[in-house]
């Protein structure tokens, strides 16, 4: 049995501009009905990453798919089966929200107006209001609205939170994003770049970090949770000397140490076990723990 059709399939990316090189021959693949995040800093290159996917830059090197699709040759085909929310979202400021999300639904062929409605209600939003006079934060709320409303197979997020106020943050995440894919259980991808990964920890089930364009990282959430651990041992005395080079980072705090191991778990915990130590635990980094043990390896 052959294996469904990737949502999207990036193969040895590379882009430039000028002689900074934003991309260096990024390649994964995001499995239909997946939320996939694309984690790194500010300038690792996840902007222009989305951007060649949407065709909005072209790819100096290798290719890019959405459902087979080469965006570059058949533009309005692949945009038909996703929607976007950029970083930053702009309107035509004359129009109010109204009119600007009926502008948006005319180039769609289904738009869920029931959940147009729960999503004002959800923000408060006022349709009279021009987009012009909207907050950052009001304007990425109508470009969620816009994206989440033509039910897409593919819905693109680039940075969804960054405008919203922190304590909606995590609600707008459940709710939203949350009832996108349960409106087509199993088949709706989402690919998310951000920076915020402890406000996605739930919802991401495969990741790849990016640093300075190139891919440091992929990995299944919950095998990334198995594979790296935090070890916290205390011992009676100030701990011997041992060799941890296995350990991604060692913290020593008098009696305590503590480790981050990233696949080298078993092996650490039976060199402590050996000097006896009165508390001796683990626990699975977060996404955020490990993207930071990742960069700071």
């Known amino acids: 049995m052959s294996s469904p059709t990737p949502a999207i399939q990036i193969d040895n990316l590379s882009y430039s501009y000028g002689s900074a090189e934003a991309v260096h021959d990024l390649t994964l693949t995001v499995p239909p009905g997946r939320c996939y995040g694309l984690f790194g800093r500010n300038g690792a290159g996840k902007t ?18 959405v459902f087979g699709i080469d965006p570059a040759k058949q533009e309005v085909a692949a945009k038909r089966l996703l929607s976007y929310v950029p970083d930053q979202v702009a309107f035509y400021p004359w129009m109010s929200v109204r009119e600007t999300l009926d502008y948006l639904a005319s180039f769609r062929p289904h738009w869920n107006r029931k959940t147009e409605l729960e999503l004002f209600e959800h923000f408060g939003l006022d349709p009279a209001q021009r987009t012009g006079s909207l907050s950052k934060g009001q304007r990425t709320q109508v470009a969620l609205i816009a994206a989440i409303c033509p039910e897409t197979d593919l819905l693109v997020l680039d940075e969804p939170t960054s405008g919203l106020d922190p304590i909606v943050r995590r609600e707008f995440i459940e709710t939203v994003i949350g009832a996108y894919q349960e409106g087509n259980p199993g088949n709706r ?81 039976e060199r402590l076990r050996q000097h006896n130590p009165e508390e001796l635990s683990t626990q699975a980094l977060t996404l955020e723990e490990i993207f930071v043990a990742t960069l700071k390896s």
């Not at 990453?49 to 798919?65: A, D, E």
């Not at 020593?252 to 990233?262: P, S, T, V, Y």
């Open 189 to 269: 991808t989402i690919f998310v770049s951000t920076h915020l990964i402890t406000e996605f920890e739930g919802l991401i089930d495969e990741f790849t970090i990016v640093d300075q364009g190139r891919s440091v990282l992929t990995l299944d959430s919950d095998q990334a949770r198995e594979r790296y651990q935090k070890i916290h041992a205390r011992f009676a005395q100030a701990p011997p000397e041992l060799d941890l080079k296995a350990a991604l980072r060692v913290r020593r705090d008098g009696r305590e140490l503590e480790l981050i191991a990233n696949g080298a778990g078993p092996e650490l915990l």
């Open 48 to 65: 222009t990453t989305m951007k060649c996917l949407l065709n909005l830059l072209h790819p100096q090197r290798g290719q890019v798919r």
